[in-house]
């Protein structure tokens, strides 16, 4: 009895692997590879052929796997949906959140360039601040030019 407990301990799990094998499988439309039951029919063009490469025209046992079709976005989105009032509100947050965010920007480079342009200042600088400065300034530029144009697509929006 210990034998035969042990042999089957040991052929079982290659039982269960060819038996994972020549499971029917395929990618359906969410690119998942699904694997089917065994007796299950392929969806699909290739759903004539059988598991084994013969033709399948006969009554199929067990129930046939299609893969479901994914709902639509927008039929999903019907569940969520923001009521108008709510999201003028958020546009509103959104644009008084950018117009902040673009006033700080402005006075974080008025700074920069007036330490640039004061000789007395600009003098106090090493070669690495004054490289810094001179990149932080460009980066609030950017900055500026990134909110104007976020500010207009919100303002069209509205």
């Known amino acids: 009895m210990a034998l035969s407990c042990a042999t089957l301990w040991c052929i079982s799990p290659a039982v269960l692997y060819a038996q994972a094998i020549d499971a029917p499988r395929y990618i359906n439309a969410q690119g998942v590879e699904v694997i089917q ?47 108008a009032g709510e999201q003028q509100q958020r546009d ?12 700080a920007e402005n006075v974080a480079l008025e700074s920069k360039i007036r330490v640039l342009q004061d000789p007395a200042m600009r003098a106090k600088l090493d070669a690495e601040q004054l490289k810094r400065l001179q990149e932080t300034t460009l980066a609030h530029e950017k900055n500026i030019r990134a909110l104007h144009s976020e500010i207009g697509r919100a303002k069209k929006n509205r």
């Open 37 to 83: 039951g065994r007796r299950a029919a392929k969806p699909g063009p290739s759903a004539g052929i059988d598991s084994e490469g013969g033709d399948a025209s006969g009554p199929v046992s067990g129930a046939q796997a299609i893969p479901k079709r994914p709902e639509p976005a927008r039929v999903m989105a019907a569940g969520y949906q923001i009521a």
């Open 92 to 103: 509103r947050d959104r644009l008084s959140i950018l117009e902040e965010e673009m006033h």
